[in-house]
């Protein structure tokens, strides 16, 4: 068994490494996907035909691709043709399209390629990007918004366009951007502003219905969808796709409630189609699906929640315009849909109506997932098998050292390694308490 001071440093070598390849977020836009790893570093791929990716003036890219070599990245938000983002300081920053000041740069330039600070100051909590314009919330609660403003999208009263953040209003809580038109919510209420599709306009945020317990909001700005307290999923706009998943292709003007299930976990939404995720790991989808976006093998629209096969192992859904991301509980990532510039990341330009895995499994091994025990791996180096000198396990994985799961095993008095390429492996082992131990394990021809 190695001791403590040779298992710090391999903590400390190994969980920058392994987190590297593990998803923390993502989004999707119009023909393109742009991702955040647990480590801080950013990706992206699909089209760069506006610099939305931030890799510089390429034309696309057809698998996930690492932009730049910073690793603070905290959060990104895609829109039609341009990103926004946050770093762990607080700053934000914008890239892509700046026809409509969206970029936020104050100026008049019509693309960035690579990302550009908006302003000096670390305060900003949170950012959201619409078709053409951009709203965002600083630590303070204040609400900021620039970019297009032709339908009043933005919120100020105005129908001018800013291309630098104007402030909007105080105490809010969560913003969603849309196409021509803003949500948001504050203390449980949600807001409404710009133009919905003839069912409503305004230039300045005004109440939208009477409830107060609202916990999240997902628009294209044509249909809304969103989850309340008791994790109920409700639904208003357009539905002539049958989007809202209520059975029918009836466009509604005050949110209805989607089936009786109080069970849902979170919620996606591109144009025309919706996907959401049940607290049992399972995926729904419903809405258009001339692209395969809903992933069930068809290409027919679907008017109530369909269950995308019978995994429940699934733990986030992101939707680009007519493309859709996941990731599953192990770290894997999926993707399916309109594939024309390789927004799905697969290495093609096909259109995919199945999810289709894009990266490997991965589950993040950390300082603080790991506990020092008294346990002794054996033999170490390893050619064919390894045991464990305790009864007391409930669970053993083997990693690579960039962070890919190589086999997972039951309980038991010897663990085979046989077929696995020499090299050096982690071990993470857990036991009947939940408490977790990584080791250094060498395989030896």
Same mark, same amino acid.
């Given at each position: 068994?190695?001791?403590?001071? !040779?298992?710090?440093l391999?903590?400390?070598?190994?969980?920058?490494?392994?987190?590297?390849?593990?998803?923390? !977020?993502?989004?999707?836009?119009?023909?393109?996907?742009?991702?955040?790893?647990?480590?801080?570093?950013?990706?992206g791929?699909?089209?760069?035909?506006?610099?939305?990716?931030?890799?510089?003036?390429?034309?696309?890219?057809?698998?996930? !691709?690492?932009?730049?070599?910073?690793?603070?990245?905290?959060?990104?938000s895609?829109?039609?043709?341009? /990103?926004?983002?946050?770093?762990k300081?607080?700053?934000?920053?914008?890239?892509?399209? =700046?026809?409509?000041?969206?970029?936020?740069?104050?100026?008049?330039v019509?693309?960035?390629?690579?990302?550009?600070?908006?302003? /000096?100051?670390?305060?900003?909590?949170?950012?959201s990007a619409?078709?053409?314009?951009?709203?965002?919330?600083?630590?303070?609660?204040?609400?900021?918004?620039?970019?297009?403003?032709?339908?009043?999208?933005?919120?100020?009263?105005?129908?001018?366009?800013?291309n630098?953040?104007?402030?909007?209003?105080? =105490?809010?809580?969560?913003?969603?951007? =849309?196409?021509? $038109?803003?949500?948001?919510?504050?203390?449980?209420?949600?807001?409404?502003?710009?133009?919905?599709?003839?069912?409503?306009? /305004?230039?300045?945020?005004?109440?939208?219905?009477?409830?107060?317990?609202?916990?999240?909001?997902?628009?294209?700005?044509?249909?809304?969808?969103?989850?309340?307290?008791?994790?109920?999923?409700w639904?208003?706009?357009?539905?002539?796709?049958?989007?809202?998943?209520?059975?029918?292709?009836?466009?509604?003007?005050?949110?209805?409630k989607?089936?009786?299930?109080?069970?849902?976990?979170?919620?996606?939404?591109?144009?025309?189609?919706?996907?959401?995720?049940?607290?049992?790991?399972?995926?729904?989808?419903?809405?258009?699906?001339? $692209?395969?976006?809903?992933?069930?093998? @068809?290409?027919?629209?679907?008017k109530?929640?369909?269950?995308?096969?019978?995994?429940?192992?699934?733990?986030?859904?992101?939707?680009?315009?007519?493309?859709?991301?996941?990731?599953?509980?192990?770290?894997?990532?999926?993707?399916?849909?309109? $594939?024309?510039?390789?927004?799905?990341?697969?290495?093609?330009?096909?259109?995919?109506?199945?999810?289709?895995?894009?990266?490997?499994?991965?589950?993040?091994?950390s300082?603080s997932? /790991?506990?020092?025990?008294?346990?002794?791996?054996?033999?170490?180096?390893?050619?064919?098998?390894?045991?464990?000198?305790?009864?007391?396990?409930?669970?053993?994985?083997?990693?690579?050292?960039?962070?890919?799961?190589?086999?997972?095993? !039951?309980?038991?008095?010897?663990? @085979?390694?046989?077929?696995?390429v020499?090299?050096?492996?982690?071990?993470?082992?857990?036991?009947?308490?939940?408490?977790?131990?990584?080791?250094?394990l060498?395989?030896?021809?």
């Amino acid at each position: 068994m190695i001791n403590k001071i !040779t298992l710090a440093l391999l903590l400390m070598l190994f969980t920058f490494q392994i987190q590297a390849q593990c998803w923390k !977020t993502m989004d999707g836009g119009h023909m393109f996907s742009i991702a955040i790893k647990d480590d801080g570093t950013l990706w992206g791929w699909g089209s760069n035909s506006n610099g939305e990716l931030g890799a510089g003036n390429t034309p696309y890219k057809l698998m996930p !691709t690492k932009i730049g070599t910073e690793s603070n990245w905290s959060s990104v938000s895609a829109g039609y043709y341009h /990103t926004v983002a946050i770093k762990k300081d607080g700053s934000l920053w914008t890239w892509g399209n =700046n026809r409509q000041g969206q970029l936020g740069l104050g100026t008049s330039v019509s693309e960035y390629y690579e990302p550009q600070r908006v302003g /000096t100051e670390n305060n900003w909590k949170s950012v959201s990007a619409g078709s053409h314009h951009t709203m965002a919330i600083k630590n303070n609660g204040t609400l900021w918004g620039w970019g297009e403003n032709r339908e009043g999208q933005l919120g100020d009263g105005t129908r001018i366009s800013k291309n630098i953040p104007t402030f909007i209003d105080i =105490n809010w809580t969560m913003v969603e951007a =849309n196409a021509m $038109n803003t949500l948001a919510i504050d203390d449980g209420v949600i807001w409404k502003w710009g133009n919905f599709y003839s069912q409503f306009e /305004t230039a300045t945020p005004e109440i939208f219905g009477d409830d107060s317990d609202w916990k999240s909001i997902a628009s294209t700005g044509s249909h809304s969808m969103a989850l309340k307290n008791d994790n109920s999923l409700w639904a208003w706009g357009e539905n002539g796709k049958g989007e809202l998943g209520d059975g029918t292709n009836i466009q509604r003007k005050i949110p209805i409630k989607v089936g009786n299930s109080t069970n849902w976990e979170s919620v996606s939404v591109g144009i025309n189609s919706t996907k959401a995720i049940k607290n049992d790991g399972s995926l729904w989808v419903w809405g258009m699906n001339n $692209n395969g976006q809903l992933g069930d093998g @068809t290409n027919i629209d679907k008017k109530t929640p369909t269950q995308l096969g019978s995994s429940t192992e699934w733990k986030n859904i992101f939707s680009g315009l007519e493309h859709t991301l996941a990731v599953k509980k192990n770290g894997s990532l999926w993707s399916w849909g309109f $594939n024309f510039n390789g927004q799905l990341g697969d290495g093609t330009l096909t259109d995919r109506n199945i999810p289709v895995q894009i990266t490997p499994p991965c589950i993040p091994l950390s300082v603080s997932d /790991t506990h020092q025990s008294a346990l002794q791996i054996f033999p170490n180096p390893s050619k064919d098998y390894f045991s464990i000198n305790t009864k007391d396990v409930k669970q053993v994985q083997l990693y690579s050292l960039d962070g890919k799961l190589i086999k997972e095993y !039951t309980p038991s008095d010897k663990y @085979t390694i046989r077929g696995i390429v020499k090299g050096i492996y982690i071990l993470k082992i857990t036991d009947s308490k939940e408490v977790r131990s990584i080791y250094k394990l060498k395989i030896i021809d």
